[in-house]
């Protein structure tokens, strides 16, 4: 029988709704730059023992107006300003590359005959604050094998969508658009990595990669890319945009390690979103906490090397 993951986080561990949808907000604390990527995923609770942690969330008025991402601006309040502006339906993703099926597909086609499922998962943004998030969605590794992949085939590259009349941001040299991100193809295809289509039993909000996004929760959360539009299969290594901006700082694998500090900050710690901007911190785990899921795919590397 496939293996399926069944996450040992309950709803009692989920960041509440109104703190996830401005969930960006908190980077500001951290006083980095984070691009589109790490605009998605999970937290940073060490596991049921700290399911029942006090949370301080914000108005819901507050965190659905101060957000970053890129894509509609710097501000805070772009996101909230311009998100809606971005057309979501239709879709298509293009999938190219090594593999059987190549083709533009309908989002409608791609998801006929997935089982969404609820998996809630721990997230980490590189900046050392976290939470809890329940994805709706399904594996990657179900496309992947319904396209077809190709032997030779190593690595999976994804693009977000590139649409500077919609995204005022891409009107701007912020980064070097579309964004782009990278998995190798081991990675892609273990069970926890998800295409997420939606939170909280609903429809994704266009703010947190509507309609479909990547979700890589062992990884910091710039390695989820947002509102894919296409995804290739190639024998080498992708490249990625936040380490052709800086290898140094955001390597291509990302994993979550806090025994490797981001050069302008540690990484041992971590604050969980909703615990109040002065909070205190907790331990953060290896792999985010999926260590006994993935830390098979990493032996014989130099985890403080292939950061």
Same mark, same amino acid.
């Given at each position: 029988?496939a293996y399926r993951?069944?996450?040992?986080l /309950?709803? /009692?561990d ?6 996830f949808m ?5 980077m500001?604390? $951290? ?5 589109t ?6 937290? =940073? ?5 700290? $399911? ?6 914000n ?5 659905t107006s ?5 894509e509609?601006g ?11 502006e971005l057309t ?5 993703i293009?999938?190219?590359g ?10 409608a086609?791609?998801?006929?005959g997935q089982?969404?499922e ?5 997230f980490r943004?590189?900046?050392?604050w976290s939470?809890?998030?329940p ?5 990657l ?12 085939a190593q690595?999976? $590259? ?6 500077p009349?919609e995204?005022?941001g891409? %009107?701007?040299?912020?980064l ?8 190798r =193809?081991?990675?892609?295809m ?8 939606g939170?909280y039993g ?6 947190n ?5 990547l979700v890589v929760?062992w ?5 989820s890319?947002?509102s894919?539009?296409?995804i290739s299969?190639v ?12 290898a140094?700082e ?6 979550v390690?806090p025994?490797?500090d981001?050069?302008r900050?540690?990484?041992a ?9 002065f909070s205190? %911190?907790q331990p /953060?785990l290896?792999f ?7 830390a098979?795919m990493?032996?014989?590397m130099?985890l403080s090397?292939?950061?």
């Amino acid at each position: 029988m496939a293996y399926r993951y069944r996450s040992p986080l /309950t709803r /009692t561990d989920v960041t509440p709704k109104e703190i996830f949808m401005n969930r960006r907000q908190w980077m500001a604390g $951290a006083g980095a730059v984070v691009g589109t990527g790490a605009a998605l995923g999970s937290g =940073l609770i060490g596991g049921p023992a700290h $399911a029942q942690d006090a949370l301080e969330p914000n108005s819901f008025e507050d965190i659905t107006s101060y957000n970053n991402y890129y894509e509609f601006g710097t501000s805070k309040t772009d996101p909230s300003n311009y998100a809606h502006e971005l057309t979501t339906d239709p879709w298509s993703i293009e999938i190219d590359g090594m593999v059987d099926n190549p083709g533009t597909y309908s989002l409608a086609d791609l998801l006929d005959g997935q089982t969404i499922e609820e998996r809630i998962y721990r997230f980490r943004c590189v900046e050392a604050w976290s939470m809890v998030v329940p994805w709706n969605g399904f594996e990657l590794a179900d496309l992947l094998t319904r396209v077809g992949v190709q032997d030779g085939a190593q690595y999976v $590259a994804f693009e977000t969508v590139y649409r500077p009349d919609e995204m005022p941001g891409q %009107r701007r040299n912020i980064l070097d658009w579309p964004y782009r991100e990278g998995l190798r =193809l081991d990675e892609a295809m273990h069970p926890l990595t998800l295409l997420a289509t939606g939170l909280y039993g609903e429809p994704m909000p266009n703010q947190n990669g509507a309609p479909i996004r990547l979700v890589v929760p062992w990884k910091y959360g710039f390695k989820s890319i947002k509102s894919i539009v296409r995804i290739s299969l190639v024998a080498d290594q992708p490249e990625t945009t936040w380490n052709m901006i800086n290898a140094r700082e955001y390597g291509f694998y990302s994993n979550v390690n806090p025994n490797v500090d981001h050069p302008r900050w540690s990484q041992a710690t971590e604050r969980r979103v909703g615990g109040g901007l002065f909070s205190s %911190r907790q331990p /953060t785990l290896m792999f985010n906490g999926y260590e006994d899921d993935v830390a098979s795919m990493y032996e014989g590397m130099d985890l403080s090397e292939y950061y």
